[in-house]
């Protein structure tokens, strides 16, 4: 089959309350474009009618497609899929709860046409509560310091990538991924613009603060040594403090013979000498257990269907 223009990707997971008005509106501005596209839906093993909403809108329209993950895989793994089973010569990826405006998709193309390989929309931080909004900007300031590449605040999984930026995320081998460095790792000729924050239309976000406390703790991990990096330097400082210290100790003996007292130093530097080595093991830990859930070459996700291959037999009521 030809390769249309554009392929729009959308991960869904447990959206079946928005679907159907994402997909009017996706199509609405679409129309208007004028161009050839394909939407690829990805059910991220939902547990509610998603699968059959995203079946129904493909069932009279070759251009809608759909896979259908076994499991919830999570975001990442659902992007994946849908980038794997994109054809178009520019992808978009989209969240399919309208927090991403669909109506910015004819400005990315715009850009796109003027040769930009990436179009981020950025998104301001309106009507997100105090609490997350502060701790998101400490979250990117740590990661602008910590991290080799560029992560921009706002900057989302919203974006238009060329065929040839797909491809080479699709090229990378790593099975646990984390997209925001992965897309700025792969370079190529990037622009952004900003547009306003809009409310989840229906449907609940599907990140609680302990996910993403931890979706925070993989991308900093994930993408560079600096931590173990930072452990060294830890240790190299405790070191000199605990050398300067055993020389005035010695010189105070040499003076004043030896005394008893030093029972909270010594305390100090047994607690906080002790601290400083579980820290430094967690994160050894952290990167051995990477490296051996990489080792293990598992796949990012398993297809159950797709509109090519429809399950056979029934499916299990919701
Ligand atoms: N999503 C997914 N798998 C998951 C969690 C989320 O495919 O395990 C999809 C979800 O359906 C939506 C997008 O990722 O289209 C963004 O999710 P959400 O709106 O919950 O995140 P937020 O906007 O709060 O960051
Ligand atoms: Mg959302």
Known sequence: MASPQLSVVVPCFNEAAVIERF??????????VGLDYEI????????DRTRDVIGGLGAGDRRVRYTVLSRNFGKEAAMLAGLRMSRGQAVVLIDADLQHPPELIPRMLELHKRGYDQVIPRRTRDGESMTRTVLSRCYYALVRRLMDVEVLDGAGDFRLLSRQAVDTVLSLPETSRFSKGIFSWIGFTTVTFTYRNAQ?????????SRRLLNYGIDGLLSFNNRPLRLAIYAGFWCFLAALVYAVWVAFDVALHGAVVPGYTTLLMAVVGLGGIQLITLGIIGEYVGRIYHEVKRRPSFVIRETDEHPAPGPRPPH
Do not use: F, I
């Open 23 to 32: 997909h009017a509106a996706v199509r609405k501005v679409l129309g208007q």
């Open 40 to 47: 690829c839906y990805v059910d991220d093993g939902s547990t």
């Open 200 to 208: 989840r239309l229906a449907g609940s976000s599907k990140w609680g």
